[in-house]
DNA sequence: CTGAAAGCGCTAACAG
DNA sequence: CTGTTAGCGCTTTCAG
């Protein structure tokens, strides 16, 4: 890499001289400016970015921490952040908790050691139940800001994006109650986690509400050790009569639909089904699944947007939440 | 951040001694070796690696440009990369390159300026296609490794990790013409890859090689603009006897199987399907679909693998090309 | 208009 | 055994 130092060698000028010309500095003359940038043109001068953020205690690069990469949903979001990001020149350095705390809490340390202006997160599943978060408090202490999306913490006190999980399962409720359906399941495979216990109590506020409605609330969870095909089996046998089906994650619910299909159920005509899955697993159901479309992009994005603002504006009388928008998007599993 | 020079202060000694200490020096006498590391300890002292990259030049991170990480494929393999990455004392800072030339060059010209000790790249379709390889031969010429997976161009000389994309296709043609399949074809929605036309090249010879097998080789290609499910339709129509596919993506063994059920063709009795899927798509599919294995997460941790031992050990007389093994994992849509 | 010098936090040769 | 000094590449006063 070509230095500071080798431009002014070669130019015969000292190397504030050639820092200053670089930046077009009022300082110094049209011409001196004009060979300095000429060389540094011709020999590919780039800055040395280590540098620039030892001098500026300023790394341009944001540390995203993520519980899953495998989950479709983390992806997107990564995929939003990732352009957001780079749109506004920095770089990201991506660690997976792999849902253990103690990775997050390794990645957390490693990171704050002056290698990120910040972080964005989304807290693993172990540290969600444990409800740990002083590896959180202690990088906000360090006047590291952070910004937690989707699976955020009441109890910490920092910038936050989400969705409104609450909002949109009560929806999606209400439209079934509508279509006149009488015995609604709640089917989950992510009932620990605070995003699905906000949707569960959607479910149970729209249900609760709904004038006429003789059943009680149904909630089928399904743990990550259970048989997920076993499951749904056991729930359309334990209860014959199901005629609607919100499933708050992503796959639950393309299982179901698969799953009613061959055992003759007509959808949507005797069964509704909407879940909380992703495009990508539309090519696989047929007729198509009506989903609560999350808008992950737009979460990653909002997520940079708000942490660069942070990073620019230091710390706030108080932190702000977006909440961002979803939308039900009917297809062909609803009337 | 507390720094080397606060200790020092603290403890009436040079900071040069205090580094030393640290790094546990001959030099330094225990008694003081255990007053630095106590006061270090307590004030929680963590060595920036801002200033440890500048004077060292490295980084101990590495750059990752992934075409697409909403294909599953691509963020099993990142999976891979981190875990090993992470388990080695590297960071990892990530690019997406959205399957664009210019997103690509642009990451490599940014993670260029000293930020990264090297980098791990699966080139964009884009890239693949226009045949631009510019753009990583200067990386190389700046002395930053480079490590190419599954995506690899062969005039590029560097490491490489990939997976034996025609062997794998021929094995798996092999096992459908063994069950005795009399037409069997091809189908790909990724015939612009380097892999995609591997596997055409591995179905095509071991049709090429079987004795008493009459149908010639049918190839459906299916483009990115094209309807997905209206082209599969399409093939069923133009080919009523075909009795064995060989999907080499993602998807479209599965949407394959699906309209096949649902036409009553018995599956897989009158028709086998092997697919290069990932897992993620057998909650999906019923009877389960036989896959070629890819073992993604095997691609990261070699790519990684070879890539630091490429940094400590610089160039080499002639770079290594290693090849991850494949699985037929035979389920239920084969005999 | 240009240059010398200090310093970001750390390491390491060299001196004491 | 400990300290002084120089230097990684850059920016930024402060002198000239």
Redesign the interface.
């Known amino acids: 890499?070509v230095t500071l130092k080798q431009l002014a060698e070669q130019l015969n000028v000292s190397v504030s001289t050639v820092s200053k010309a670089l930046h077009e500095s009022e300082e110094i003359s049209k011409d001196t400016i004009d060979r300095v940038k000429a060389l540094a043109k011709h020999l590919n001068y780039?800055?040395?970015?280590?540098?620039i953020?030892?001098k500026s205690n300023k790394?341009k690069?944001l540390g995203v921490i993520i519980p899953n990469?495998?989950n479709?949903f983390f992806?997107?979001v990564?995929?939003g952040i990732?352009?957001e990001a780079?749109k506004k020149g920095y770089?990201?350095?991506?660690?997976?908790s792999?849902e253990s705390y103690t990775?997050e809490l390794q990645?957390l340390?490693?990171?704050?050691?002056?290698?990120v202006d910040g972080f964005i997160i989304s807290i693993a599943e172990e540290t969600q139940i444990k409800n740990q978060i002083q590896h959180i408090e202690s990088v906000l202490q360090?006047d590291l800001p952070v910004v937690m999306f989707d699976r955020v913490s009441d109890v910490i006190n920092c910038d936050k994006v989400v969705i409104d999980d609450f909002g949109a399962a009560y929806e999606a409720t209400k439209h079934l109650l509508n279509e006149g359906r009488k015995q609604i399941v709640l089917l989950s495979n992510i009932e620990e986690l605070s995003v699905g216990k906000l949707r569960v109590n959607g479910y149970l506020k729209a249900i609760e509400e709904a004038s006429g409605y003789k059943s009680v609330p149904i909630l089928v969870h399904i743990r990550s050790n259970d048989d997920?095909?076993a499951s749904i089996d056991a729930m359309y046998k334990q209860y014959p009569k199901l005629d609607g089906i919100l499933s708050v994650d992503n796959?639950t619910g393309?299982?179901a639909l698969?799953k009613a299909l061959?055992k003759g159920i007509k959808v949507p005509k005797d069964l509704s089904i909407i879940g909380f899955s992703d495009e990508?697993?539309l090519?696989?159901?047929?007729p198509k699944l009506s989903t609560i479309s999350q808008h992950a992009p737009d979460i990653g994005k909002a997520s940079v947007d708000v942490l660069i603002e942070r990073i620019k504006k230091g710390k706030p009388d108080h932190f702000q939440t977006k909440t961002i928008k979803t939308n039900l998007t009917l297809r062909a599993t609803t009337k």
Chains 1, 2 share one sequence.
């Open positions: 890499m780039q800055p040395n970015k280590v540098a953020s030892l790394t690069t990469i495998l479709h992806a997107k990564l995929f990732e352009e780079t770089d990201i350095i991506i660690c997976i792999n990775k990645s340390e490693v990171l704050g050691n002056g290698s360090q997920l095909e796959t393309v299982v698969h061959k990508n697993v090519p696989f159901t047929d």
